[in-house]
């Protein structure tokens, strides 16, 4: 801003501003070009091309419906967060969601879905729940697809696209929470997940689990599962016959202690 000083007569200084309406004048200036780049913006980058990837379950236009996204809408201002906050709340089986941007006028949504691995029956139906342990939808009848069911406890206020609440005290539903998801990972990470029929949470302490059709396998606490599905591979293969039945106890093994197998009759 402009300064000028200058001397009355009684020799008093005083001082004028130049330069106030100028400094108004670059404001509105200002304001007028982020007006003008608004407008700009909201005109030109609109929406003409959306594109849908990995999906599979659900259609385009689930996915676009969910998200509340079409066609004509603006790019630059999209909410990525709200829409793909959108699409997790009425898309359960939807795992992952990406959006991005191709200017001038392409939204591309990239998705992962997961599948159903594992079932609760509630008495007049079940509900299917992910590998992760997400409930994903109530079914009178189970799919044809093999599921593992899951016993020893029951669900509590199972909600579409949340994750599975086990029933009992806060405590002792996270405790078998963990240990359903440790087992079903380890499980559906082997070969043997098309052979497990049953996974028997009741004890987090003595995980069970029912192994084709002729073994009850004890895993013990629900730690090092890896190591021991593999051992459970190799005495199946490697010394016990087609005839066999009975359980296979490895729930002492991380103690030293080696796997025994205890016939059906015994």
Known sequence: MAMRKSKDGRGRTSVRSRGGPGCLSVIFLILFVLAA????VAIFFKIRRIEVVGNQRYTFDQICS?????VGDNLIFLNKFEKISNIFSRLPYVDEVKMSRRLPDTLLIEVKECVAVAAFDDGDGHWLISEDGKVLERVRLLPKEHLIRIEGAGLKSPQPGKKAGIGGDEED??????AMVEALRAIMDSTIAED???LDIGKVYNVEFHYLGRFKVRLGMPEHLDYKIDCLKEIVNGYLGPGDKGTIDLSELMDGKPARFIPENQ
């Open 37 to 40: 780049a608004a407008s700009t």
């Open 66 to 70: 969910s998200a509340e996204i079409e």
């Open 173 to 178: 539903g996270e405790m078998k929470f963990s």
């Open 196 to 198: 497990v029929d049953m």
